[in-house]
């Protein structure tokens, strides 16, 4: 399996290079886990499912923490056929597979309420993306009965769900999101954007 | 069908407010063929397939040329299942259906040509998402094809296929995309980022 992610962060200030630059060393500690290539529209992270997010969430703060209002960007995908295997990639546990909706939704809410508290209040916003199968709207239908039940969840827009709350459980909440719905080895993409600081929200 | 996108513009600039505002009017010749709702994180853009990237041309140009780095994200989507029918989406045309690849390509690679030039550099990445479908590759793989003759081809990253060039053709590349694969009231889903003037273009 493959899974990794291109992310771009966009700090909406005339400073936004130092900022992302000062900001990219909390990605220090999953390094061993991941493999990076940076361009100019976004850097791939390469790595286990599980990773993805924990690792995504420190650059996210690390750069929110500025004050600056930040938004981040991720295209997100395992098991996409067009890509190669990569050992880096092999999940760290397996999914939480065979199990009914309803335990499903108490198992990642479970997740989601020990997740860490960062104090950084962030909204975020997602579509998540079951392909290659006929009955994709049942896992994505699946995954906001989650969703609902997460503790994070704001609010339904057209395309893609909101959530808001502390940038722990929310990162939690998108990350039990790309682990536990579709198929194990299936084609799963999700495109997610994160903001903090945004002058619309004070 | 339903069709429209969720799209964000960000300018790194402390001024990111201001030059925004100063762009939206861009979309005032489209308006009367869309609807627009905005919050905090994205703007909802519905209306025809065909008007979506235009519009949203016209707004990351205007953006754009303020000479700050800007990018645009969107999440684009046409007959999800979840979504009600509205009258405003009717397509302008009937799309490309029936015609073999080869003509498809040729056609698409024909309106990328015909586009205006507007005098503006860009890059651009993006991800089609055909779902619903066991096939869910043959169409991007189609699609990949069209891109590889539509002259504003870069390169084909993880996730994603980058495109660069000026702006006229490369929004005309991502519509023709849009509106040329995946079956024609299949659910197909579109992940792009837009970029102008990168300082790591220079």
């Not at 000062?22 to 940076?38: C, G, H, K, S």
């Not at 067009?82 to 990642?108: F, N, Q, W, Y």
């Not at 609010?155 to 909440?173: H, I, Q, W, Y």
């Amino acid at each position: 399996m493959f899974s990794g992610a291109q992310v771009s962060l966009y700090p909406m200030s005339d400073d936004f290079v130092g900022i992302i630059l000062n900001a990219i060393e909390a990605l220090d500690p999953w390094r061993d886990q991941l493999r990076l290539e940076t361009d100019s529209l976004s850097t791939l992270i390469v790595g286990p499912p599980e990773v993805l997010f924990p690792a995504m969430r420190d650059l996210f703060c690390a750069t929110a923490r500025s004050g600056i209002h930040t938004t981040m960007h991720a295209t997100v995908s395992r098991g996409c056929p067009g890509e190669p295997d990569d050992p880096i990639c092999t999940p760290v546990a397996g999914g939480p597979r065979g199990m009914s909706l309803a335990d499903l939704v108490a198992a990642g809410r479970d997740r989601v309420a020990a997740a860490p508290i960062l104090e950084l209040d962030i909204a975020a916003q997602f579509s998540l993306y079951p392909l290659g199968i006929g009955h994709h709207m049942d896992e994505i239908y699946g995954c906001i009965e989650f969703l609902k039940n997460s503790g994070t969840y704001d609010r339904s827009k057209n395309f893609c769900t909101a959530l808001r709350g502390d940038a722990g459980p929310v990162f939690e909440t998108l990350g039990q999101a790309f682990t536990g719905f579709g198929f194990d080895t299936g084609h799963l993409a999700m495109d997610v954007t994160v903001s903090a600081n945004s002058p619309s929200d004070r």
